[in-house]
């Protein structure tokens, strides 16, 4: 059965990094662009950006930008979501999704991965 | 504040029928971009629902059904369950934004 799995809960100082890793299961890990979706406490999830893990393309959203690193490792069918300066703000459940491609726009997540805590506290 | 506007709660008693709407733009929704709805239950990953307004993945009960109008969408679920008590999100695309975009989400409480 396709799924993703994340790797565990993470506590960082404020302005530190975080790297979260996400490995694939059961399909072709270059089929299928990985993108990234965060939820604060009590917040609407909040898109970050993606990769085409056919050719490391990546695109991110303009409010995380020169923040967020995704990158990949084909060998390993694992994806990575780097997050830098990190604040209190950043403390969130972050999650990878698969994303099932209809056209360049238009798809759907199908699956998300089992999340990782991350929590910014001094 | 959402991109995509959900009511915060709905609540109805087993065997009834709720719906659950999903507000949004010309940008997003009424683009029109097609609108996809997830459920996601306490302590787990979120779950695909329906996909591109109206189509169940397979595994999802008939019970859950989507449709869109122009810039909104809704979910219907019939024949509620009490396992059916969860957060329910919408998402589509939109293209101020060049990305994907959810709504805040609505909570299901099965009286």
């Known amino acids: 059965q396709v799924h993703l799995v994340q790797s565990g809960a993470e506590v960082k100082p404020p302005g530190a990094s975080v790297k979260v890793s996400c490995k694939a299961f059961?399909?072709?890990?270059?089929?299928?662009?990985i993108h990234w979706v965060r939820q604060a406490p009590g917040q609407t999830p909040e898109w970050m950006g993606w990769?085409?893990?056919?050719?490391?393309?990546?695109k991110y959203s303009q409010r995380f930008q020169g923040r967020v690193t995704i990158s990949k490792d084909t060998s390993a069918s694992t994806a990575y979501m780097e997050l830098s300066g990190l604040r209190s703000e950043d403390t969130a459940v972050y999650y990878c999704?698969?994303?099932?491609?209809?056209?360049?726009?238009?798809?759907?997540?199908?699956?998300w991965g089992q999340g990782t805590l991350v929590t910014v506290s001094s | 504040q959402s991109v995509l506007t959900q009511p915060p709660s709905v609540s109805g008693a087993p065997g009834q029928r709720v719906t659950i709407s999903c507000t949004g733009s010309?940008?997003?929704?009424?683009?029109?971009?097609?609108v996809h709805w997830y459920q996601h239950l306490p302590g787990t990953a979120p779950k695909l629902l329906i996909h591109?307004?109206?189509n169940r993945p397979s595994g999802v009960p008939d019970r859950f059904s989507g449709s869109k109008s122009g810039p909104s969408a809704s979910l219907a679920i019939t024949g509620l369950q009490a396992e059916d008590e969860a957060d329910y999100y919408c998402q589509s695309y939109d293209s101020s934004l060049s990305g994907p975009v959810f709504g805040g989400g609505t909570k299901l409480t099965v009286l």
């Open positions: 999704v698969r994303f099932v491609v209809v056209s360049a726009s238009m798809g759907w997540f199908d699956p």
């Open positions: 059961e399909y072709t890990f270059t089929n299928y662009p």
């Open positions: 990769i085409n893990t056919g050719n490391g393309n990546t």
């Open positions: 010309s940008s997003n929704i009424g683009a029109p971009y097609d």
């Open positions: 591109n307004n109206n």
